[in-house]
């Protein structure tokens, strides 16, 4: 039987730093292989300066070389690090967020992590970047590294508390399902959370029961420890990061598609707010993985 992988998207940067980090973390959850993937962009490095020194086909040749042996050196490390199973490949491509999806999909990996750019001038995290595609069009799960973690960098971390946002829909709680089936998940303490509007009496009492009932259910398979907490917010984004030092936490992991007050977060301002403000990876566990959850 194939040992599982998890992709890690290199290209070079600082942020490579802490994606490792965190997929070597999920893997001792996972028990994945690791695989690290970077794409050579053909159509834009062959138009730099150097390109117009050497000639294109030979800037491009040195370029590819240094990615490869860039990527083999970390590999290398990487392994030695982990004392896990990894593997690389080198990608030439001009899309580079569609390379990757494609690639994910063709391996069947359990999860793609990628490290997000800090914001930019005008404030904005993902939206327009490779991650924000990639999030938004891969069919497997993507785990986001963002800025606020790069206290991970360079670290063998441990994830050790996961939050989970939940917002009533059946599949918000087939999240809790996803996680609760990795081999190691019941090492693993769990803070479900859910957010609803301000003033509203019945739908707080109903989110309390909702939980309850998902504490009970993930009780029963053997998890260390959960905790619920249901919180009024009219911004959800904000809710939900402002829980991350309250509750300890080292991952978020939530749906893309749902009900209630997330039911547009991969398309819109909850994606991004959590992302940009996290301290902590931050899971999308698409429509697609969780419909495999029985």
């Known amino acids: 039987m194939t040992t599982p992988v998890t992709m890690v998207s290199l290209d070079g940067s600082e942020k490579d730093g802490r994606a490792l980090a965190v997929a070597a973390a999920l893997a001792d959850i996972s028990g994945d292989d690791l695989y690290l993937v970077r794409v050579f962009e053909y159509g834009t490095t062959t138009r730099s300066?150097?390109?117009?020194?050497?000639?294109?086909?030979?800037?491009?040749?040195?370029?590819?070389?240094?990615?490869?042996?860039?990527?083999?050196?970390?590999?290398?490390?990487?392994?030695?690090?982990t004392r896990r199973r990894v593997t690389w490949d080198l990608l030439e491509a001009v899309?580079?967020?569609?390379?990757?999806?494609?690639?994910?999909?063709?391996?069947?990996?359990?999860?793609?992590?990628?490290?997000?750019?800090?914001?930019?001038?005008?404030?904005?995290?993902?939206?327009?970047?490779?991650?924000?595609?990639?999030?938004?069009?891969?069919?497997?799960?993507?785990?986001?590294?963002p800025p606020g973690a790069d206290f991970m960098r360079g670290k063998r971390v441990r994830i050790g508390r996961v939050l989970l946002p939940l917002d009533g829909?059946?599949?918000?709680?087939?999240?809790?399902?996803?996680?609760?089936?990795l081999p190691h998940a019941n090492e693993l303490e769990y803070v479900l959370l859910e957010?609803?509007?301000?003033?509203?009496?019945?739908?707080?009492e109903e989110a309390e029961q909702r939980l309850a009932a998902a504490a009970n259910r993930v009780r029963a398979r053997g998890a260390r420890a959960v905790e619920t907490g249901v919180v009024e917010a009219r911004q959800p984004a904000e809710a939900i990061t402002t829980i991350i030092r309250d509750a300890l936490v080292e991952l978020?992991?939530?749906?893309?598609?749902?009900?209630?007050?997330?039911?547009?977060?991969?398309?819109?301002?909850?994606?991004?707010?959590?992302?940009?403000?996290?301290?902590?990876?931050?899971?999308l566990l698409t429509p697609e993985a969780l419909d495999a959850v029985q």
């Open 169 to 181: 829909s059946a599949l918000a709680a087939k999240s809790v399902d996803y996680l609760l089936a």
């Open 49 to 81: 300066a150097r390109a117009g020194a050497l000639g294109v086909t030979d800037a491009a040749m040195e370029l590819r070389e240094n990615a490869r042996s860039d990527t083999a050196k970390v590999a290398d490390r990487f392994a030695a690090d």
């Open 195 to 204: 957010v609803v509007a301000p003033g509203a009496e019945r739908p707080k």
């Open 252 to 283: 978020i992991a939530m749906s893309t598609r749902g009900a209630g007050g997330l039911r547009r977060f991969v398309l819109g301002s909850v994606a991004e707010g959590v992302v940009r403000e996290s301290e902590v990876p931050v899971m």
């Open 95 to 145: 899309d580079v967020a569609g390379a990757l999806t494609q690639h994910a999909v063709e391996r069947d990996v359990r999860f793609v992590v990628m490290g997000t750019r800090a914001a930019s001038a005008a404030g904005r995290t993902l939206r327009g970047s490779v991650a924000d595609r990639v999030m938004r069009e891969s069919p497997r799960p993507v785990v986001l590294v």
